[in-house]
């Protein structure tokens, strides 16, 4: 086949208000299987819910973020959630937590927290670079 | 004529009414390529909206939204047409 | 390579221009080239005299106003918006260059990039 390409994925919708979560996964998928390279996963703005360990949906909904951490760990996949984005909607891992004094981290694995420079990488070095947003 | 000659691959989700949909359409040149994803489905339906001929609405919303069987078969794609289309454009605009 | 990054949101409604403002100054700090367009109703990111404290918000005339020093190589405003919206150049903050044409506009950069 040939040449495989390499993808940075951008997330910037949030799980069950719009449906970027859901679409980037069925891409990402199908970008596996079609024999390509995901770099990175990058949440920014409201995607970063989607790397909540607190989600609690009904249980006959599709889980988004255990969905995506499941996929992104079974591949291998760096996830990032953007950090100025993440503590404005209180998503928080241990360092945040301790940094600012809260009553608890949640950041789901394997997220983990970072800046925009991890964007601007996958700017650099991915052959291609999507973004999933929202519909407002 | 502006000086870029190559192909873009227009991504968008949003419905049609949306004010971001009229500037992706306005944008698109000659050659290249509009997926409609999500809510942008709804675009293949609407008398109104003038494509541009390389049009193709993602399969899987079209069903969701009911309108997959009043859209030729041709112009709607999978997920891994979605990806084969990302392949094929190296200048990609997601709306 | 120049990243031209979007807004077409006006400015306290939603973030998505302060998530593209904040996409943009990256890519300066990064030494990545990099622009911005204000369509449609984002136009009003550029207008003098706004008050975000009213609102309780930051504003971001400082930033954009500086946003060359930074490393920003154009600030492009739709110019059909603006007409729209009643603003003159002299409305508009210093430093932003008229599109006249967004098609055109887009042309010109490798990549575009909505931030939300």
């Not at chain 2, 709804?42 to 069987?69: H, I, M, T, W």
């Not at chain 3, 990545?32 to 136009?43: I, K, R, W």
């Not at chain 3, 309780?56 to 954009?64: D, H, I, M, R, Y």
């Amino acid at each position: 086949m040939p040449q495989p390409l390499s993808y940075t994925l951008v997330i910037t919708g949030a799980p069950w208000a719009t449906q970027a979560p859901q679409t980037a996964l069925s891409f990402a998928q199908a970008l596996l299987k079609a024999g390509h390279r995901i770099d990175r996963v990058f949440l920014y703005g409201d995607g970063v819910h989607l790397a909540s360990a607190l989600s609690a949906p009904p249980s006959d909904e599709q889980h988004w973020p255990r969905l995506w951490s499941e996929f992104l760990s079974g591949n291998n996949i760096t996830a990032v959630a953007c950090i100025a984005s993440a503590l404005r909607r209180g998503i928080v891992d241990k360092t945040e937590q301790a940094r600012y004094e809260l009553t608890a981290s949640n950041l789901r694995a394997p997220f983990e927290i970072a800046g925009l420079g991890e964007w601007v990488e996958g700017n650099l070095k991915s052959n291609r670079v999507l973004y999933f947003h929202g519909t407002h | 004529m502006p000086e870029n000659t190559t192909a873009t691959l227009h991504i968008i989700n949003k419905a049609p009414e949306h004010a971001r949909f009229r500037h992706c359409l306005a944008s698109a040149q000659q050659g290249d390529t509009l997926l409609l994803i999500e809510d942008a489905v709804l675009a293949l339906l609407d008398r109104g909206k003038q494509l541009p001929g390389a049009s193709y609405g993602l399969e899987a919303d079209a069903n969701a939204r009911a309108v997959a069987n009043r859209v030729p078969a041709d112009q709607l794609v999978d997920y891994a047409g979605f990806v084969q289309l990302t392949v094929n454009h190296s200048r990609i605009i997601n709306w | 390579m120049t990243t031209l990054i979007v807004i077409d949101q006006p400015p306290y409604g939603s973030w998505a221009g302060r998530d593209a403002l904040d996409m943009t100054f990256s890519l300066a700090a990064f030494d990545q080239p990099a622009a911005m367009l204000f369509l449609g109703a984002g136009v009003n990111w550029l207008c003098k005299g706004q008050a975000a404290d009213a609102v309780g918000q930051k504003s971001v005339a400082k930033n954009l106003s500086a946003a060359a020093l930074f490393g920003v190589e154009q600030i492009l405003v739709d110019a059909q918006a603006c007409a729209q919206y009643g603003l003159e150049f002299d409305d508009l903050l210093p430093g932003s260059t008229p599109s006249e044409s967004i098609s055109e506009t887009l042309s010109q950069f490798s990549r575009v990039v909505f931030a939300g």
